[in-house]
């Protein structure tokens, strides 16, 4: 089918699990791949929200096909630019340099249908569904923490100098995305919005948290350091669903990068501990309050291998003369903390739901939702103290039966 698209775009087809043959043999690095063999099953993914995904078997390691149409996969009538696919590719190159085997091989880029083809990774699973389920993926939290530091030092002016950071900022901007979390993470949460849903039980919950100056004054200068912060290409959506987890052999790679743009390093640490909050939440409601304790831990986890990889790029920096590491490290931290509340404080207010709490049984969700913003208040209030994620735990705790 040939998509309509939005006035500055040349018009292409989507693809569809019956065109997706074709379309590998009429790319020559995708026909090479799949072999003479030629293409053995097409199966599209519908846990997406944007994006069409085709898991292709043949040859002998297969591919995935990623296509961004010019609006939502789930919601036609909201427009998106397509160009979005070619930010990813983009993103995808540039973390693939500085934290190889952390994100997913990129095969291929088509400009004009934009697609991207990459490594199949479906002997994985997505990491939030295993949270979910209880399952400890040990080693995970300290990868991402690992791959942050190589995507916040490689891509940053430490590791591409100043001529090099400034070019990379001119050509990464990703302006239509980025509107996307403005609004979602950190202003329709705190106004009356459509997008808001709010259950009853939660209203004053709600109302007590956004109604905080404290939390109001902490998120509008979360806000502005989102948009002005441009340290290194950050992920910009790092949340426990943007990760593929396999236990044998070990492996850890973060994925849908689309949202990647010269931002604030402490904002993937701080989407990743936003959904540990969320994942913690879900344990304590459930009773588990082994594994609620287990996933907070992977706060400190993640930050740890965070400052030791960044420690230990450190030395390498392009100039020496540019920042000091305590107060940078000191810097990302206090980002990280704001985002984590901003993250965890939207998935129970806004738009985009979790599967941690919605799949909750009712009667468990009120208290869940209560604690995930008693939790964000406290990282915005009083983020910065020692034991910062057991004080976290001990508010989680507090809301359940
Ligand atoms: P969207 O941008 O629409 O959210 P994603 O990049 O998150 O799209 O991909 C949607 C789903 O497709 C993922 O949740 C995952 O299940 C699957 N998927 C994406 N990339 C791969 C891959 N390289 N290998 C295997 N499965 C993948
Ligand atoms: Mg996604």
């Known amino acids: 089918m040939t998509v309509s698209t939005a006035k500055d775009y040349e018009p292409y087809e989507s693809l569809s699990a019956e065109t997706v043959p074709a379309y590998i043999a009429a790319r020559p690095a995708l026909r090479a ?31 995935v096909l990623k296509q961004a149409l ?18 990813e590719v983009r993103a995808l190159r540039a973390h693939n340099a500085v934290a190889p085997g952390l994100v997913p091989e990129i095969y291929d880029a088509d400009p004009a249908w934009h697609v991207v083809a990459m490594e199949d990774l479906s002997d994985h699973r997505v990491w939030r569904g295993a949270l979910n389920e209880g399952l400890r993926h040990e080693g995970v939290a300290a990868d991402l923490g690992r791959y942050v530091a190589r995507v916040g030092f490689g891509t940053s002016v430490f590791g591409l100098g100043a001529r090099g950071h400034k070019a990379a900022v001119a050509a990464s901007t990703n302006p239509e995305l980025c509107e996307i979390t403005e609004d979602l993470v950190f202003t329709e949460p705190y106004i009356t919005h459509e997008h808001n849903r709010i259950p009853p039980a939660n209203e004053r919950d709600v109302a007590a948290y956004v109604g905080d100056p404290r939390v109001r004054a902490a998120i509008g200068t979360a806000k502005l350091t989102f948009m002005t912060h441009a340290e290194a290409l950050v992920h910009g959506d790092l949340h426990t669903g943007s990760v593929l987890v396999r236990e044998e052999p070990h492996s850890t790679r973060a994925f849908d990068v689309e949202f990647a743009f010269y931002g604030p390093v402490g904002f993937d640490l701080g989407a990743l501990w936003g959904n540990y909050v969320l994942a913690a939440a879900r344990a304590f409601a459930l009773g588990d309050d082994g594994h609620a304790a287990w996933v907070l831990g992977l706060a400190g986890e993640t930050w740890q291998a965070f400052e030791e990889e960044f420690t230990r790029l450190w030395p390498d920096r392009a100039d020496p003369r540019v920042g000091e590491l305590e107060p940078y490290l000191a810097k990302v931290y206090g980002d990280a903390v704001a985002v984590a509340a901003a ?29 995930v913003l008693g939790a964000a208040r406290l990282l915005l209030v009083e983020g910065n103290g020692p034991g910062l994620f057991e004080r976290v735990g001990g508010v989680l705790a507090s809301q359940n039966p």
Do not use: H, Q
């Open 70 to 87: 010019p609006y939502v996969r789930v919601d036609p009538t909201w427009p998106m630019t397509p160009e979005r696919n070619g930010r």
């Open 343 to 371: 993250k965890a404080a939207r998935r129970v207010i806004g738009f985009s739901r979790v599967s941690d709490i919605e799949t909750l049984p009712e009667d468990l969700r009120a208290g869940a939702v209560r604690g």
């Open 33 to 63: 791949l799949i072999g003479s063999g030629a293409v053995t099953a097409v199966r599209e993914v519908g846990d997406g929200n944007l994006n069409l995904v085709f898991v292709v078997e043949g040859g002998e390691r297969g591919l």
